[in-house]
């Protein structure tokens, strides 16, 4: 559970490998770093038409405060530049045709994949969350709404599960901002108790990507800004999908 003043380093990653299989990750050259714009990216993170279920819409569960703010960044959609972006229950539902380089292979064959933040499919309960991405300023907010099956101490959302919550926005905004694919770093201090069913703002900044590598941080606030839940900095490894290969 969250404590005032708790500094926390979590090494997280999106992939695990075969035991005893040597995984090489390949570079990528200077020249096709940036090979997928921005633009292209979101195209086929965001289908225009899709069968899959989009979570990051509202629902009876969301308080006010967070259908207000869903309202407000919609509009900005339309004359501001954002992008407000689909939420499935599986990664693979948004890079369709895609998959991971030959290097990493995965290591079950089952075929009910989910998000770790949309595996509660009852409404209210769980992870109740929307994310808007700027493309020109590469940079993100996500609305987030804890439920009950996520408490930690008593009324109050498990720190883990702000901490889930936090490498899901950097991942997609990692992906969508420079091809951001695998965790290799996640540090959070976490300030005030986030109460459940309550509205949390996330802020997350692209501050600089290098050396194949995506720089982020995060500010987790309420909607007015006077109470600050939590900060994080986040680090990405830049690494580009393959193309499926063919199913015979």
């Not at 490498?167 to 997609?172: G, L, P, V």
Request: one cysteine or more; hydrophobic letters at 40%.
């Amino acid at each position: 559970m969250m404590r005032r003043g708790f500094r926390v380093a979590a090494r997280l990653g999106h992939h695990r490998v075969l035991p005893r299989t040597l995984c090489i990750l390949p570079r990528l050259s200077s020249a096709s770093a940036f090979g997928s714009c921005t633009g292209s990216l979101v195209s086929r993170f965001c289908p225009e038409k899709t069968d899959v279920q989009d979570y990051a819409l509202p629902n009876a569960s969301w308080d006010p405060d967070m259908l207000s703010l869903y309202q407000e960044f919609l509009e900005k959609t339309n004359s501001e530049g954002w992008i407000k972006l689909p939420s499935f229950t599986s990664n693979r539902d948004h890079i369709q045709g895609l998959t991971l380089p030959s290097g990493l292979v995965a290591t079950s064959d089952k075929g009910d994949y989910r998000i770790f933040t949309r595996c509660i499919q009852v409404a209210a309960q769980g992870y109740e969350y929307v994310i808007f991405f700027h493309p020109a300023k590469k940079k993100s907010v996500c609305l987030f709404q804890p439920g009950p099956y996520l408490e930690g101490a008593p009324g109050f959302a498990h720190g883990g599960s702000l901490a889930a919550m936090m490498d899901e926005t950097f991942s997609k905004t990692a992906y969508l901002a420079g091809e951001g694919l695998l965790t290799l770093s996640l540090n959070i201090r976490f300030k005030n108790l986030l109460p459940l069913g309550s509205l949390a703002v996330l802020n997350i900044q692209v501050e600089k990507i290098e050396d194949q590598k995506l720089y982020m941080s995060c500010i987790t606030q309420s909607r007015d800004q006077q109470t600050v839940f939590a900060k994080s900095s986040g680090v990405f490894l830049q690494l580009q999908l393959e193309e499926e290969s063919p199913q015979w």
